[in-house]
Structure formats: C-alpha cells, structure tokens
C-alpha cells in the first residue's frame, strides 16, 4: 500500500470526525465557525509567515508551477460555468458561482495538512507558492466575470466592487502572514529563540484544527438541493481539473515532486469561498454548499486515484 493512503486516511479521517461531533451534538456546528476563525486568521498565516521568512524559494519565480495550477482552473471554471447556465439552465450569476465552485481548491484548511503529510516541508512550499496568489487571481476572477453576468442589467459599479476586492485582500489574514514574511526575509533576521517558540506553537496545530472545523462546517450546511448539479460540478473540480494540471506538469516538465503537489493541489475539493461569493451575489448559495459537501466526499478516493496516477507518470 502507498504511503499516502494513511495520510489521506487521516486526513479526511479527521474531517469525518468532525462531521460526526457535530452530526452527534458533541458540538454545535457554529463552534467549526470559531475553529475555522482561529486556522484562518492566526494558525495558517503564522505558518505561511514562518515559511516565506525562512524557506529556500529560489532564485526565479515559480512561473512554470503557477502555467501549470492555474491553466487547470481556468479550464474547470469554464467547464463548470458552461455546465451551469448551458446544461442546467441557471443564469450567468448562478454560472459564475459553479464556475469558481469547480476551480476553487481547499488548498489551505485541507491541502496544508496533506501537503505537510504527505510531502512534508517541500511540499508545503511549494502550495504555499500557489496559496500566494490563489486568493487574488479567483476573486479578482470572480468579480470580473460577475460584471460580465450583470450586463443589461443593474449591476455595482466596477469601481466600487474592485475598491471592495482590494480592501479585503489587504485585511486578509492570509496575506498579511505572507507578506509579514517577506517583509522578516527582508531584514535578514533570524526567526529564533522566543518568536520562533511562539509560531511553531500556535501553528503547529493549524493543520488537525483545520481539518476538523472543515467537517464541523460541512454538517452546518448540509444538503439543500441541487444534488445533479453539485454532482456535476464536483467531478469537473476532482476529474477534470486534476487531469488538465497533471498534462500541464508533464508538458513544462517541472520537477517531480512539484509535479505531484500540482496535481494534489488541483484535486482537493471545493473550498468555502465559492459559498461566500454566492451570497455575495445572492444566487447560487444551495449550489456551492453542496457541491462543497459532495466534493469533500468523494476527494478522499479521487486524491488518492490522482496520487497514484502521479506517482507513476513522475515518479
């Protein structure tokens, strides 16, 4: 048996019990909320901070990794946007919600534990490369594309939407951890000593903490319709996009190891962001839940599928 079998195992295996503790009562599906909270705006950016003031990028930027990620998310999105308004009949907002639920990766709740699981330090820089820009590409993404599904009708000025986007991208914890990052590399200082202490501290949890808010939100959901369509929508986020990332490693030739953690980036599941800009637009919210939930489901035995695939064209 593959190594990375007990990984996913574990991993997934820890979003189940947090399903279960909220599915039981143990919990309140709203304590996934707090949990969630404290991942997001303390534990992850502490460790993206960690990684880019002490990590070895190298001296190029990685564009050869982002070609390859994020040619596999334009190419889910416009399969699930088309799938969406062409074969569901849904409008142009409700596409834009399926096409950022099909190219949307859970890449920081559930893609760091398996990344350090799996991979281990290596393979956390290198999605922390991806997380980098993930969030400003897909909802800069998402905001162009909603002003195309307003036209002819009333729609935000752009200005005001693009002044909203640029807000949140610089109160977003995530950023400010990488940046902070950068900003320590910069001065060439150590990160030792009592700092060190207290970063490792609080994220070192960060990925079992995670991994169990997931499962927590996932039961607070739950299944609201839309089951064809999230079905749908799943599989071009787990099949497709994970297929075309794979193609697009093998075509630029990355380095093994990069190659494997592109193709294990592009096949984790649906995320909550896509929820988040569904309620921003007021449509498309059963669909992105859904979708999250079923996406969840399944990426246990298509991560592992993909994996295997991987290891044995990149070996």
Same mark, same amino acid.
């Given at each position: 048996?593959?190594?990375?079998?007990?990984?996913?195992?574990?991993?997934?295996?820890?979003?189940?019990?947090?399903?279960?503790?909220?599915?039981?009562?143990?919990?309140?599906?709203?304590?996934?909320?707090?949990?969630?909270?404290?991942?997001?705006?303390?534990?992850?950016?502490?460790?993206?901070?960690?990684?880019?003031?002490?990590?070895?990028?190298?001296?190029?930027?990685?564009?050869?990794?982002?070609?390859?990620?994020?040619?596999?998310?334009?190419?889910?999105?416009?399969?699930?946007?088309?799938?969406?308004?062409?074969?569901?009949?849904?409008?142009?907002?409700?596409?834009?919600?399926?096409?950022?639920?099909?190219?949307?990766?859970?890449?920081?709740?559930?893609?760091?534990?398996?990344?350090?699981?799996?991979?281990?330090?290596?393979?956390?820089?290198?999605?922390? *490369?991806?997380?980098?820009?993930?969030?400003?590409?897909?909802?800069?993404?998402?905001?162009?594309?909603?002003?195309?599904?307003?036209?002819?009708?009333?729609?935000?000025?752009?200005?005001?939407?693009?002044?909203?986007?640029?807000?949140?991208?610089?109160?977003?914890?995530?950023?400010?951890?990488?940046?902070?990052?950068?900003?320590?590399?910069?001065?060439?200082?150590?990160?030792?000593?009592?700092?060190?202490?207290?970063?490792?501290?609080?994220?070192?949890?960060?990925?079992?903490?995670?991994?169990?808010?997931?499962?927590?939100?996932?039961?607070?959901?739950? *299944?609201?319709?839309?089951?064809?369509?999230?079905?749908?929508?799943?599989?071009?986020?787990?099949?497709?996009?994970?297929?075309?990332?794979?193609?697009?490693?093998?075509?630029?030739?990355?380095?093994?190891?990069?190659?494997?953690?592109?193709?294990?980036?592009?096949?984790?599941?649906?995320?909550?962001?896509?929820?988040?800009?569904?309620?921003?637009?007021?449509?498309?919210?059963?669909?992105?839940?859904?979708?999250?939930?079923?996406?969840?489901? *399944?990426?246990?035995?298509?991560?592992?599928?993909? *994996?295997?695939?991987?290891?044995?064209?990149?070996?």
């Amino acid at each position: 048996m593959p190594p990375f079998i007990e990984t996913i195992a574990f991993v997934f295996g820890l979003v189940a019990f947090g399903y279960s503790a909220g599915w039981s009562g143990i919990l309140k599906p709203d304590t996934g909320d707090a949990l969630a909270d404290f991942v997001f705006v303390v534990a992850v950016p502490l460790l993206l901070f960690k990684t880019m003031a002490t990590a070895s990028f190298g001296d190029a930027a990685p564009w050869a990794l982002w070609i390859a990620y994020y040619t596999a998310a334009a190419v889910a999105w416009i399969a699930g946007q088309l799938s969406v308004v062409r074969v569901f009949g849904r409008d142009r907002r409700a596409g834009v919600v399926g096409g950022i639920a099909a190219a949307f990766s859970n890449n920081v709740l559930i893609g760091i534990p398996f990344m350090l699981g799996v991979f281990g330090q290596e393979g956390f820089r290198i999605i922390s *490369l991806i997380i980098a820009i993930h969030l400003p590409i897909m909802m800069a993404s998402s905001i162009i594309l909603y002003q195309w599904a307003q036209r002819g009708e009333k729609a935000e000025s752009p200005a005001s939407l693009f002044l909203e986007f640029l807000n949140g991208l610089l109160r977003n914890p995530l950023i400010i951890g990488i940046v902070a990052g950068l900003a320590w590399r910069f001065t060439g200082m150590d990160l030792s000593g009592l700092t060190s202490r207290y970063v490792d501290a609080l994220a070192g949890v960060a990925g079992p903490v995670a991994l169990f808010s997931v499962g927590l939100a996932l039961r607070k959901f739950g *299944l609201t319709g839309n089951a064809v369509p999230a079905l749908v929508i799943s599989q071009i986020k787990l099949i497709l996009m994970p297929a075309v990332a794979l193609a697009m490693a093998w075509i630029l030739e990355l380095p093994p190891v990069t190659a494997m953690v592109v193709v294990a980036a592009a096949s984790m599941p649906t995320g909550i962001n896509p929820y988040l800009v569904a309620s921003r637009f007021g449509t498309g919210q059963a669909l992105a839940s859904n979708t999250m939930i079923v996406a969840t489901a *399944l990426a246990a035995f298509t991560t592992a599928f993909w *994996l295997l695939v991987a290891q044995q064209v990149f070996g």
